[in-house]
């Protein structure tokens, strides 16, 4: 699995990143992360169903996911959130 940091966000997209809709939430990568898509989605549905679990509740809206190629893009979007 390559390094890169996945962010919960609720901000827009540019043309720069891949978007991968899925029952309840958007995965958003970029070209790097393509390769080890299937691993990101398994970790995503894995929490998704360890929250509903634990709150016995389900989500009430969709998210979207973002996995960021390198700390440097990570930073960029905290710094403009």
Do not use: C
């Given at each position: 699995?390559?390094?890169a ?18 029952k ?58």
């Amino acid at each position: 699995m390559s390094s890169a940091l996945l962010f919960i966000s609720w901000i827009k997209t540019d043309k720069n990143w891949l978007n991968e809709k899925h029952k309840g939430y958007t995965l958003i990568y970029t070209y790097f992360d393509k390769t080890n898509i299937k691993e990101y989605n398994k970790l995503v549905k894995n929490g998704i169903n360890a929250v509903k679990i634990f709150f016995n509740a389900s989500y009430n809206k969709e998210f979207n996911v973002f996995i960021h190629p390198n700390r440097h893009s990570l930073d960029s979007t905290w710094q403009m959130d």
